[in-house]
Structures are given as C-alpha cells and as structure tokens.
C-alpha cells in the first residue's frame, strides 16, 4: 500500500514536504509519479522518478518549484514542494507506476496503486 | 499542448450499457488507461493496456479504441458503478503523462 503524509495548510509562497510510505511490494522496482487533484476537478500530473532516481520528470505547471526524490533503503518518495500558489492548491496522490507490453513490441506504463492522498492547502 | 477530451457526464439506466469516450492526438500511439474514482476516494485501476482489466474489476467494464478515440464501456451498468471515470495516456513525445477531464457516470 502507499500512505502519504504531509499535507497541511499553508500561506502562498510557502513550503512543503510530502512524503509517501510504500509497503508491501519491492519499492525499489517500481518507477513512482505525484498525480494531484484541486478541489471538484480532475487528475492532473505532479511528476516521475524513475526506480534509482536518475530520470526525473516534471509537469509545466510545477517545473522549478517541486522537487521529487526517493529513498530506497526506507521504501519512501518526497515531494518538496516550494513557492507555493493558491493553485497548488489539491489532494496529492502517491501512485505506482507498473509496465505493460505485448507480443507486438508496444510498451506502455499504468499507474496500477494509488495512495489515499493528502490535502495541501494554499491560503492567506 | 496535448490533451484528453472527455464528455462532463453521461447516465444510464440500471442493466444497460454505457459507453464513456476520450479523444485525443495521444490516442494514436498508446492505449488508455481508465480509472474509477467514486466520491472521497483515491482512483482505481480498470482497464489498462489491450483491454485488460485487473484483477477484481468486473468483465462488464471494457475498452477499446479507434485512431485518436478510446472508449470504456460498461455492459449492464450497476448501482455500484456510478462514478466518475478517467482516461490516461502518455503525451506522444515527452514524458508527460495526459488526464481527461472525467466523465461522471449516472445510474439511473
């Protein structure tokens, strides 16, 4: 499972640190995304890491300000989230990212685990 | 930029069936995912790949596709499906990954 934590209130330009608890599987073989969602809206994609840490990837939208890190050795990811905007504004779900391929050669991914989320708030 | 396109909400009347649409450029290089999100829950996987479904999703969900549009459909919607429904796929190029806008599924 993926628990997160982290999620608060917290004044514009602020920042903040998710974390997110993976159990029950080899964390450490699994590329991990941040997907968030605003209040009544849809999903929208945070960023990836891949399963050492090496590929990283980014969404317009929070390019500069977030960073997303992993530790293997504890089995959790991060997201430092910096100058943050009243649009920032959502539930942040920890998601696992798993591989699907067929006999034709096509590769995808899918994320296949969600966590439950945390809230973080951006208000004066 | 790249994106999905899903129609806001569709209903349908309980046992008949549904089909939810996602439009997009995307679409024609790689399958969507669809995902299940009922209200104040985390999203769940439904269909991912060729129209696989994973295990403990019901086999009245499927999917398909056709040039730039992929659907789920749901054959002899039930009570418990009322929810509301996202596509998912790679942007063609980048390493972004797309989300439609939801679709909202009534049970009527």
């Known amino acids: 499972q993926l628990v997160e934590s982290g999620g608060t209130f917290v004044q514009p330009g602020g920042s903040l640190r998710l974390s997110c608890a993976a159990s029950?599987?080899?964390?450490?073989?699994?590329?991990m995304n941040w997907v968030r969602q605003a209040p009544g809206k849809g999903l929208e994609w945070v960023s990836h890491?891949?399963?050492?840490?090496?590929?990283?990837y980014y969404a317009d939208s929070v390019r500069g300000r977030f960073t997303i890190s992993r530790d293997n050795a504890k089995n959790s990811l991060h997201l430092q989230m910096s100058r943050l905007r009243a649009e920032d504004t959502a539930v942040y779900y920890c998601?696992?990212?798993?591989?699907?391929?067929?006999?034709?050669?096509?590769?995808?991914?899918?994320?296949?685990?969600w966590g439950r989320g945390t809230l973080v708030a951006v208000s004066s | 930029s790249s994106e999905l396109t899903q129609a806001p909400a569709v209903s349908v009347d309980l046992g008949q069936t549904v089909r939810i649409t996602c439009q997009g450029d995307s679409l024609r290089s790689y399958y969507a995912t669809w995902y299940q999100q009922k209200p104040g829950q985390a999203p769940i996987l439904v269909i991912y790949?060729?129209?696989i479904r994973p295990s403990g999703i019901p086999d009245r969900f499927s999917a398909s596709s056709s040039g730039s549009t992929a659907s789920l459909t749901i054959t002899g919607a039930q009570a418990e499906d009322e929810a509301d429904y996202y596509c998912n796929s790679r942007d063609t190029g980048t390493s972004r990954w797309l989300f439609g806008g939801g679709t909202k599924v009534t049970v009527l």
């Open positions: 029950g599987f080899t964390f450490k073989s699994f590329d």
């Open positions: 790949g060729n129209n």
């Open positions: 998601a696992r990212e798993s591989e699907y391929s067929d006999d034709s050669g096509y590769r995808d991914w899918y994320v296949d685990l």
């Open positions: 890491i891949g399963r050492s840490g090496s590929t990283i």
